[in-house]
Each structure stands twice: as C-alpha cells, then as structure tokens.
C-alpha cells in the first residue's frame, strides 16, 4: 500500500511539473517536503535511464545491507566457536565485550542461531513461588573442568524466594561435605529457612521404605540442630526441584562454557568471583532486581543462626601403631609413645585433625594433610625397636586378666614376630568388642592357639563385627536402660487388643497387676530396652507398666 502510494504521488508530481509549476508551488499544494519532491522526480528519471522489471515493480528493489556491529568481530567469532563447540551468546558476548564490542545480546544471540541453524523450543511450564524466608534447595552436580579433565562436584544452594546462591566444589560429596557445605550456606546467605527440599542424596536419605524416604540419623540431628524440616523429591523427578536444576545449567552455560582450568584450585577461585560478579547479579525472573538485592530482602526473614555452629567433623576410629602413628587418609599423625595401642577418636574438618582418647581427652591435634598423599609429618627413630613388648602387653591386660595370661603365653612361645602378633591382636578392637576378642582369645587357649590370623578366625565365625555407629548406639541403649531402671517398659499383651478390635474390656487376670505382674518388669536383657521391638529397639508409644514396689 506504501509504494501504491508513493506511485500515485510521483505522478501527482510529474504532471504538475510538466504543467511548468515550480518544485515549491508543488510543495506547498500537495502538502509534502519540498525535498519528497525532488526525490520523486529523480526516481522516475532514474527508472527510465535503467528500466524497472515487473517483479521489482510489485515486490519491490531488493534490500541494501545495513552493517553490523558484529562485522569487525566475525572472524573472533569463527575462532571461539571452533574452540568452544557449544559456547552460549551470553559467554560470547562476554568475551566480545573484552575486546570493545559495545551491541547487545541479542544481536550476538540472533548471530548464533543463523549460523547453528537452530529453533528455539518453546515448552509451558509452571513456577510455584514459595513464601520469603520459607524454603531452600540444595544438591550436589558432577562436572569435568575444561582444560584439565578432572572431575569435581559442585556443591549448589539457594533460596526459593530470593534465589540468592552458593556454589562450593570439592572432589568428593561425602556426608561430612554435604554437612559443612549447608552449614556454609546457612553462613554465607546470612540466615536458615524453615524448609530445605533435595533428592535422594547419600548421607541424607539411607533408602525408602513404602515409597517413604528414611533419613539418615546424622543429617537428623544436623536439622534439628538448626530447626530444619527436610522434604525429599519423589525418585526419578527432576522437575520437583527445578529452580535448583536451572541454577546447575547457568554453571555449566556460563562459568564452565568458553572457559579452560588447570585444576580444581584455579575453579575454585574462579568459582568466588563468578558468584559475586554473575550469579549474584543476575536478574530474578519475577521481580528483575538482581539477586544479591533479592537476598536483602529476604535476609530478615530467615530463621537466626544459633549461637554455636555444627561440629561437622568428621569422626573415625584409630589404633595407635607401634610407632605412635594414627593413619587417616593414608597420612600418619604422631601421638605421644604412651599411647600405642590405644584405641582413639580422629576428629577431622578440612583444615585440622584432632586426636583424642577413650575418656575424650585431646592427644594431639596437627594441621590436615592432603588426602592420599601418604606424609608422615615425623619420621620413626631408625634405632627405635618398632614393637616395645611391654607396653602391648601392657594394652593387651587391660583387657582383664584372661588377655593378660594369653600375652604371657604367646611371650613364652618365643616366636619371632611376638610384637607383630600382639599389635595385630589389639588392632583387632576397631571391627570386634573387646569382650568377644577376650572369648576369642580364651577359646584359642584351650586348642593352644596363639596366632593372631586364628583369633581372628574365631571372631569372624562366632562373632558379629562392630562399627563406629553400633558403638554409639550401644552407648545409648545403655544410657537408657539405666535411666530406664526403675520405671521399665512392658509391652501389653495381644490379648488386649483383641479384646479392644471387638469392643469389649480387656480381662485382668486375677492377682496380677492392672499392666503387668512384677516379673514382667523385670531388668530388660542386655543390648534391648524392656518391652520393645527386639529389631529396632524403640520404645513403644504405650507406658503399661507400674512401679511393682508402689502399692495396689
């Protein structure tokens, strides 16, 4: 309709200036520029000195290229490509504007998708908003740095409301790394929500039960430490935590994308600036403030920080060698020589290592060494005897006097390697209790068995072997027995419900208790709490038992 027009006038033009009227007077008549006129009239001039074709003449002359502020760039351009299969525009366009490219992204983004070929795919999808302060998500992703080929996992958190976000990467997501991790984050953001939603991560979730998740005990008392609610993704449902997901994308479409790294120390200090220069300044979806604005805003919201922090150590068990050496990750550690063949606690953050004995008194504390590098800090006395014979018997008799007479007994043998032997034996307390070790060796002494490799033998057919979280749990079930001693547990009989399934009272037998008789509250046996399930050893929910000394 335009160039219909524009034919109209230029004919308009032509017939008023063949009539002799002057290109002001055509001006001034028609209403239009006195340079629309001249323009029109050189147009029909040109189009009879060089023709016109019907197809110009209804579609128009083709269109003359307009430069690009991405033409000085093209060739930059080919080379980071050919560098960077998968580069984005938004890393593009960092790396441009490093070299004075002053456009926008979305010319770089167009430039992109011409020469990819590419469309994008537009999917419906739904944000649910969550209340400010109410809830976080967290998850651990596997990347491969570029450059270096080493494979790290990067730790991410952030706020649902806010978005505001943490990154840390660490060679391994261990439970002690998932612990100190979100402490950190909880740190950092300045606050803790009421809520943290993740998936079914080792060291969170030990497995479901009737499509139900169970925590882990530890991450249990981590959470109730900070008055923390967990609420576990259903399996195999990415989507259920998107928000966190999406934050994973940009890492690896904007930090990792166009970027080479010689290892995890230089991602490491990448990672900092990259947080506070882009992920902390990107615009949220909803509000488009930058996030680190977001952050202020939701900060007072957040629950407090407690007072003291989380020990989130991690807690092993260690037998001091014959050198007075602890191992932790293939590192040896000095503890004082009185305490060889000592059974001690290793304490360990990523910076220090605490060593303490039995009655939780401090050994010795040392700076971490890298893991896996197999430093021992103090080299062993080359004139020192490696196995001093009498402080192992000495750790053997503290075990009673059954272990000792075994020492003595295996000192008479003579033998060549009686140190060896008994460092063996007392190394034997970090997979068996030391009672079964003692029945082990008194079982041995009967058939004149003195070699470590058959008590060894024996405990592995008579016995079950111990952990560090059996050794607290039996702490605990003895700790409450004790505390249970004079108001025991007794379970009612089945007789009781069945009465009460078909609506009528529970009989009482005559003479007996309105709970239980006298015997039924007797000492519960040892390693189980009276009136529980043998299994799980959890008190039921029911009280039915009374004081057999109160009077009726």
């Known amino acids: 309709m335009h160039d219909e027009y524009r034919r109209k006038l230029a004919y308009e033009v032509q017939r008023r200036k063949d009539r002799g009227e002057s290109e002001r007077h055509i001006s001034e008549a028609m209403g239009i520029h006195r340079k629309t006129v001249r323009r029109l009239l050189q147009e029909l001039d040109d189009r009879r000195e060089t023709g016109e074709s019907a197809l110009a003449r209804e579609v128009g002359p083709p269109p003359v290229p307009r430069r690009s502020k991405l033409d000085p760039f093209v060739e930059r351009i080919d080379a980071l490509l050919r560098k960077f299969e ?36 537009q999917r419906a999808f739904e944000v649910v908003e969550t209340p400010v302060g109410e809830q976080a998500l967290f998850d651990w992703s596997p990347y491969v740095l570029p450059g270096c080929g080493q494979k790290v996992q990067v730790w991410g958190y952030s706020l649902s409301y806010s978005r505001a976000r943490a990154f840390e990467a660490w060679e391994h997501s261990t439970q002690t790394n998932i612990l100190s991790c979100l402490r950190r984050s909880f740190e950092s953001l300045g606050g803790v929500p009421r809520q943290c939603v993740t998936d079914t991560m080792p060291g969170v979730v030990d497995g479901w039960e009737c499509n139900k998740p169970i925590l882990n005990v530890r991450f249990v008392d981590f959470a109730a430490h900070y008055n923390l609610t967990m609420d576990i993704a259903p399996r195999r449902c990415p989507r259920y935590k998107g928000k966190k997901e999406r934050c994973f994308r940009y890492i690896n479409e904007n930090l990792l994308n166009g970027r080479t790294f010689s290892g995890i120390e230089e991602f490491r200090d990448v990672l900092t600036w990259w947080i506070r220069t882009h992920a902390m300044q990107q615009a949220h979806p909803r509000t488009k403030l930058p996030l680190a604005q977001m952050l202020e805003e939701e900060r007072p919201f957040l629950q407090p920080l407690p007072a003291h922090p989380y020990d989130t150590r991690e807690v092993l068990i260690r037998v001091v060698d014959p050198y007075g050496m602890v191992s932790f990750q293939t590192n040896f550690y000095p503890v004082p020589d009185k305490h060889v063949g000592e059974m001690v606690y290793v304490c360990a953050d990523h910076e220090r290592l605490e060593i303490l004995g039995r009655g939780v008194h401090r050994l010795a ?105 059996s050794q607290i749990a039996n702490s605990a079930r003895n700790r409450v027995r004790e505390l249970m001693r004079h108001h025991p547990v007794q379970q009612r009989p089945l007789t009781d419900y069945t009465a009460l399934r078909a609506g009528d009272t529970p009989s009482l037998t005559t003479g007996e208790s309105p709970r239980a008789s006298h015997q039924d509250c007797a000492d519960p046996a040892p390693g189980q709490i009276h009136g529980s399930d043998p299994a799980s050893n959890s008190v039921p929910s029911d009280i039915g038992c009374v004081d057999p000394d109160a009077s009726s």
């Open 86 to 121: 998968n580069i984005t525009a938004e890393r593009l366009l960092e790396e441009l504007r490093n070299e004075g490219f002053t456009g926008g992204y979305t010319i770089v983004r167009e430039y992109l998708k011409k020469l990819r070929g590419r469309k994008t795919e």
């Open 365 to 469: 504390e040392h700076q971490r060494l890298p893991d896996g590098a197999g430093i021992r800090p103090v080299e062993p006395d080359p004139h020192r005897r490696r196995y001093d014979l009498t402080l192992l018997l000495e750790r053997l008799a503290e075990w009673g006097e059954l272990a000792q007479a075994f020492g003595k007994r295996l000192q008479q043998q003579q033998k060549r390697y009686t140190g060896a032997e008994l460092s063996y034996i007392i190394g034997l307390q970090l997979r068996w209790s030391a009672d079964d070790i003692v029945q082990a060796l008194a079982h041995a002494m009967s058939y004149g068995a003195y070699e470590a490799r058959s008590i060894e033998r024996i405990l592995e057919a008579r016995f079950q072997p111990r952990t560090l979280q």
